[in-house]
């Protein structure tokens, strides 16, 4: 284990996995409330076991970044991607209109 894990032990590790836990099932749950509360009750449960499958995969499957990975992903490749996108739409807002 890495990170903040390494400072607690016991019952302080074991109540912030069932904070991500309960994180994952709120998050789901709120999805599905949101996007797909018109189905059917069975088709509802499905579907908030196949997007609490997908967040656990995810987190599962792909390596965690390091903070100052974040920060240079976030300031060299988001924010001049999402500028980009919006010169982009203002320009296209501006030719039509």
Known sequence: MAGYST????????MFFIAEYGN????????????FSGLP???????????????IWVR???PRYRYDQLMRL???AFLP?????I????SLFLLIH
Do not use: P, Q
């Open 41 to 55: 009750f069975g088709l509802t449960k499905f579907a908030l076991m196949l997007l609490l499958f997908m967040f």
């Open 60 to 62: 599962v499957a792909f």
């Open 74 to 76: 976030g300031w060299k």
């Open 24 to 35: 994952i099932v709120f998050m789901s749950w709120l999805n599905v409330l949101l996007f």
């Open 81 to 85: 991607l999402s500028l980009a996108f």
């Open 87 to 90: 010169l982009f739409y203002s």
């Open 7 to 14: 400072e607690y032990s016991a019952m302080g590790f074991a």
